[in-house]
């Protein structure tokens, strides 16, 4: 099982490739040593080597790492589809792809249940993956149904061409609108959770403040201008916030009412990698975090201030000024 990428830093191999696996550090030690990591073509077994920008790394998992894959005993919403492309509106607690520690079914193992084509760029595990949502987020995902596809849209991801526009309720409110800027790193502590670093990799959020409850809940509309591991998680904890049943950050549910985290990629922009004109995907929210919102908030209101026509303009003025 096969996984490339190009080195966008200078670095050490195990934090970058730790970073870009998404695995823990020890594993990914582990994967060095043994053999299965390859710069430029050439195996490497020190896990200190230095990598340099635009070095081509490729890496694969010992098949007995796997577990088998867990029966596919779910659905998943399709938003789109065609010979190119398909997005659909991932439900949480579902990983996107296979890794060593998962154990149960992910959305490639749905995908391939269901015959989909998919690009092979990504490496076996993750067929026609081109971006990915962590596995409590819900909302709009892009699958890429073949390489072509699969190059455009990655390339889109490098020029910002394509993103997402996320909504999310905070347990109190920000000061005000802003950007954050913090660099993002694995939490030394805690391998399961990301933290600000200072030799972490570069990250940018945005974050637009909607409306407010009287018991001080917000509801945000929320840009990336990058994608790293637990972005807007991460950049909210380091403000004191936190998203209501994130209790990985911090939050605390009362009497455990809220039962998963709720956050969820609302809309997904993008260039057609067949057609070269810009569409737009909107991923309906799932109805745990609709009534949510409609129980604390004014549902006229909140049907106006989430227009999909509007969102975007939310963050033509924002500036740094979290």
């Not at 990591?37 to 200190?48: A, D, E, M, P, Q």
């Not at 409110?173 to 694995?186: A, V």
């Not at 972490?200 to 591991?229: H, M, P, Q």
């Amino acid at each position: 099982m096969k996984n490339k990428f190009t080195s966008k830093e200078v670095g050490r191999l195990d934090k970058i490739l730790t970073n870009e696996s998404n695995q823990s550090r020890n594993q990914i030690e582990k994967l060095i040593k043994q053999g299965l990591v390859l710069v430029n073509g050439k195996v490497i077994t020190k896990t200190s080597y230095r990598l340099v920008i635009d070095d081509e790394v490729e890496y694969s998992f010992k098949t007995e790492l796997f577990k088998k894959s867990a029966s596919v005993d779910f659905d998943i919403d399709i938003i789109y589809e065609d010979s190119h492309i398909m997005v659909i509106n991932k439900p949480s607690g579902l990983v996107v792809h296979p890794a060593p520690s998962v154990k149960e079914a992910t959305v490639v193992d749905w995908l391939k249940t269901k015959g989909v084509s998919l690009s092979t760029i990504s490496g076996e595990e993750r067929h026609g993956i081109v971006h990915r949502i962590d596995k409590d987020t819900t909302g709009a995902l892009v699958i890429a149904k073949n390489n072509y596809a699969h190059k455009k849209l990655a390339q889109q991801l490098q020029d910002k061409t394509m993103g997402r526009y996320y909504l999310t309720l905070i347990d109190y409110p920000l000061k005000e609108s802003g950007i954050i800027e913090k660099p993002i790193g694995r939490n030394r502590k805690n391998r399961f959770k990301m933290d600000i670093v200072d030799s972490g990799r570069s990250a940018k959020s945005a974050f637009y403040k909607i409306a407010k409850c009287d018991e001080n809940v917000e509801l945000l509309a929320v840009k990336l201008y990058t994608g790293r591991t637990h972005q807007i998680r991460v950049h909210l904890n380091s403000l004191g916030r936190h998203i209501l049943g994130d209790v990985l950050y911090g939050f605390k549910s009362k009497k455990d009412t809220i039962k998963r985290v709720l956050l969820h990629a609302y809309k997904l922009y993008l260039i057609h990698p067949s057609t070269g004109k810009r569409v737009e995907f909107i991923a309906p929210l799932f109805p745990d975090m609709e009534e949510f919102i409609y129980r604390k908030f004014n549902q006229g209101e909140i049907d106006e201030k989430i227009n999909p026509n509007v969102i975007d303009s939310y963050f033509n003025t924002i500036t740094n000024r979290l």
